[in-house]
């Protein structure tokens, strides 16, 4: 069993920066965000592969604006996040799996463990 903790949420004006931190109590092979509105499906930001590499994928909607990265030493995943925009404020949910393999890192049923979520505004 692993635990996810997130930090780093807040509000933000549009085109301001956030820095968002994940810290998993154990080892993980794979670790993700995901963001989430009311109403809303949970969708997909980035996810990254914590081996050799490592192997990063990004949402079309954050590619460019949007960075994973991760630290084996500490377990833990950040998401800088650049150019925000109104359309990123969500809940910001961490997710983390523990088996190499078959991966497919966008998709949320791949990821066994999450965190509670930080809310991140961004205002116009």
């Known amino acids: 069993q692993v635990q996810l903790v997130e930090s780093g949420g807040g509000s933000v004006q549009a085109g301001g920066s956030l820095r968002l931190a994940c810290v998993a109590s154990?080892?993980?092979?794979?670790m993700a965000w995901f963001r989430q509105t009311p109403g809303k499906e949970r969708e997909a930001v980035a996810a990254?592969?914590?081996?050799?590499?490592?192997?990063?994928y990004y949402d079309a909607s954050v590619e460019g604006r949007f960075t994973i990265s991760q630290d084996n030493a500490k377990n833990t995943a950040y998401l800088q996040m650049n150019s925000l925009k109104p359309e990123d404020t969500a809940t910001y949910y961490c997710?983390?799996?523990?088996?190499?393999?078959?991966?497919?890192?966008?998709?949320?049923?791949?990821?066994?463990?999450w965190g509670q979520g930080t809310q991140v505004t961004v205002s116009s």
């Open positions: 997710a983390a799996r523990q088996r190499y393999g078959s991966w497919m890192p966008l998709v949320a049923l791949n990821y066994p463990y």
């Open positions: 990254v592969s914590t081996g050799v590499g490592p192997n990063t």
């Open positions: 154990g080892s993980t092979s794979h």
